[in-house]
């Protein structure tokens, strides 16, 4: 599943969207020690999470672009939690606990949601930002360098 997902340059990749029912999923950009608690600023370690369970930490919430490996070329801004505690197995089936804030939470919401058969579109508050990647590097990429 990470050769999966780093060839299609994905940061996230569930089970079921490679065909596995199976309560699984892979995130992270590099291969290094899973801290907690994981920010933005870690560049997120690569992660196995087997049977997820996720709950929200504090109220915040924080919208932010997504996109899907199973619906390619496609961006919509998603309201999430900002931070989550994650209570899982890694890949030994040893019990692991972390606390994921930012984007690394927002990866790790996106990928447990593919276990429920739910995609970023059904977390979408309105559709008016739903873009294509041509259409969102041409006018939202724009104006938020602006
Ligand atoms: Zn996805």
Excluded at 30 to 51: Q, S
Excluded at 107 to 131: A, P, S, Y
């Amino acid at each position: 599943m990470f050769e999966t997902m780093s060839e299609y340059q994905g940061i996230g990749l569930a089970a079921p969207q490679v065909h596995e029912s199976l309560r699984v999923f892979v995130a992270g950009v590099r291969r290094a020690e899973v801290v907690t608690p994981m920010t933005d600023d870690v560049e997120m370690p690569f992660v196995a999470l087997i049977n997820p369970d996720i709950l929200p930490v504090g109220e915040d919430v924080e919208s932010n672009w997504e996109g899907c490996l199973s619906i390619p070329d496609i961006r919509g801004r998603v309201e999430r939690p900002r931070a989550v505690r994650v209570r899982a197995l890694d890949r030994s089936g040893r019990r692991i606990e972390l606390v994921a804030h930012g984007l690394p939470a927002r990866v790790i919401q996106h990928e447990n949601d593919h276990l429920d058969g739910v995609l970023f579109f059904d977390r979408m508050v309105t559709f008016e930002t739903l873009t294509f990647m041509d259409e969102f590097k041409r006018y939202w990429a724009k104006d938020e360098d602006e």
